[in-house]
Each structure stands twice: as C-alpha cells, then as structure tokens.
Nanobody, 124 residues
C-alpha cells in the first residue's frame, strides 16, 4: 500500500483545512487508518484513527471536537477535516495504515505503512 497525503497549506487561526490521503494497492479497505502529526522539535503524535469500514473513530484529546476523520473506501481515500485551527496545530501531518481493522488496536498499535507528510501551517 502506498499512501499520499495532500491538502496541507497555510491558514489563519480559526480557519479550516481538509486533508486527504489516497491509497494505492491492496488491503486499504481492510485496514484501520490513522493520522499523525509532527511539529518542529517535537515527537510525532497520534491525531485520529478510523476503523476499516468507517464505523468507529477515535481522537487525541487535543483535537477532539475540532477534527473529523472519515474515509471513502470506494475512492481508497481517508480524510481529516480540521476546524478551528490554532497555531499549535502547525505540523507535518502523516496518514498511516494500521495492520488492524478496528480502532481498539489501531489507536495504540504499530503502523504497517506510512505516507508522505503534508505541511499544515496555522498563522496567528
């Protein structure tokens, strides 16, 4: 599975962005999908995960209520809608495929495939 994230950019605080992650190859539709982010000088952190069929989601506390993860398996794409952005959300955002199908294991488990990141910059 190859993953390509897109949709990043520069936005003012309070604004919105929607990231996309297109997958190629088999097994996407059987995998839970995650978003992570890494801010300058910080470790990569978990943002959100979605189960293989989109029926379950889980978010980091820092984004809960502001970000929404979704997927369209007919397009082999996972999305991250980000609202009410703040400068603290500035980071490179990565999508990743879990080896598991459910969020109970995907939210804390290993990653099978990483995508290339997309930069999100929020200005104050």
């Amino acid at each position: 599975v190859q993953l390509q994230a897109s949709g990043g950019g520069l936005v003012q605080a309070g604004g919105s962005l929607k990231l996309s992650c297109a997958a190629s190859g088999r097994a996407f539709r059987n995998n839970a999908m995650n978003w992570f982010r890494q801010a300058p000088g910080k470790e990569r952190e978990f943002v959100a995960t979605i189960s293989w069929n989109g029926g379950s989601t889980y978010y980091a506390d820092s984004v809960k209520g502001r970000f929404t993860i979704s997927r369209d398996n007919s397009k082999d794409t996972v999305y991250l809608q980000m609202n009410s952005l703040s400068p603290e959300d500035t980071a490179v955002y990565y999508c990743a495929a879990s080896p598991y199908s459910d969020i109970l294991r995907s939210k804390d488990g290993p990653i099978r495939y990483w995508g290339r990141g997309t930069q999100v910059t929020v200005s104050s």
